[in-house]
């Protein structure tokens, strides 16, 4: 019967997978690497605006990274806001922006969004702005 616990723990042993993981020390530090668009606001509350009278509202930012970043998709949350873009690729340390210009069709307070995707990454930025039709 010994014989028979032995081979089972042996047999055990033998097929079980041991995981080691690297033990992390607080000097080691883990890379984040930040999003190279830094954009001066990305929320914008335009307050009380007229109906029926088109307003211009421009997001700007400033590429901090060490590659050209292009935009490559830009829309708006709805059919009453156009956007225009930086259609160049926008070096180091240069600047560019979106512009979204939305039509008031209806009075009362909005909040709208613009989403951006750029060749640096798939992640998304949102832009939003708000305010009141009068």
Known sequence: MK????????????????????KISSAQSVKVMPSTLVWKTENIDLGEIPQNVPKEIVFEFKNTGLKAITITKVQPSCGCTAADYTKEA???????????TYNAANKGS????????????DTQNLLMFKGTVI
Not at 110 to 121: A, G, I, Q
């Open 3 to 22: 014989i028979v616990k032995i081979s089972l723990l042996s047999f055990t042993l033998a097929f079980m997978s041991f995981k080691v993981e690297p």
């Open 90 to 100: 926008i070096a180091p340390g240069a600047s560019g922006f979106i512009k979204a």
């Open 110 to 121: 909005f909040t709208k969004t613009v989403t951006v995707v750029t060749s640096d990454s």
